[in-house]
């Protein structure tokens, strides 16, 4: 039987001129339950399609800093928070909310960097979908009735930037071993790593978190806009010789650094 080999691609500098090519993806939800992680199931239960335009207010408050009115029944609880940064938008998942109360009140503070934002009533309360000018870090709190959301950009937010791109998503599921897909091994790879330095001063982005795919193209743009320091791609191959195993890198020497690993 094939040995599976993990193979990384790692990338310093320009972004631009070391893409490596492939057909990965995008999606990856950053959730943030006002400081405790919660992954927010994107199949949550939308019971109504129906969307309604948030109402925005720009104040002389302190600047990226804006808030939303919650109605007196809702405690931090009630709330959960993804930041589903490839497409910039931000979602805020109110339970027990009544559509109708984003008809009458109005996000305030500075919302300069908001471009539009839209309610949507679900079986359980409310989503209120952001979507912002650039891709944003979120600092969340809430006091009395109002949420309050703090915005930065990722090279502010985080000592260093790193984009993690879990390989075998595009046509296929990639290299395929005793029923094991690539897709799903670098997938899982991928989320080890954004565990292990979760509580770091690292910004980990992943370009997917399913199997949407986002063009070369479009994951340059992405790269760019956070300023990242590194790109990493992560899959894994074959070899018919089962005493190979292993890891194996690749890297460009214009960039290579001294001492890594």
Partial sequence: LATMILWWIMIAGSMTAMLYAGTHKTI?????????MERVEEQAQISQQILIPLMLAQESTENSCFYIPVEKNISAGNIAVENRYLGKELQIHISGADMSFYREN????????????????RD????LRIYMDHVYEFQMSMTGTRIGIRY??????????????PAGVGEGTGQIQNAS??????????????????????????TRYGEAVTSEKERIAFL????????????????SDTSVYGIEAFYNENYFIPDFG
């Fill in 28 to 36: 990856l939800l950053t959730d943030r339950y006002l400081g405790q």
């Fill in 106 to 121: 109005m996000l305030s503070g500075d919302v300069s960097g908001i471009l539009e934002g839209k309610a949507q009533a």
């Fill in 124 to 127: 359980d309360g409310v989503v």
């Fill in 152 to 165: 930065e950009k990722p090279k502010d937010a985080h000592k260093m930037v790193v984009v993690l791109d």
């Fill in 181 to 206: 897909e690539e897709k799903e091994i670098a997938l899982q790879i991928a989320g080890m790593v954004l565990e292990k330095v979760e509580q770091s001063e690292i910004g980990v982005y992943l």
């Fill in 224 to 239: 760019e806009e956070i300023g990242a320091d590194f790109y990493i791609q992560i899959g894994v191959g074959m070899d």
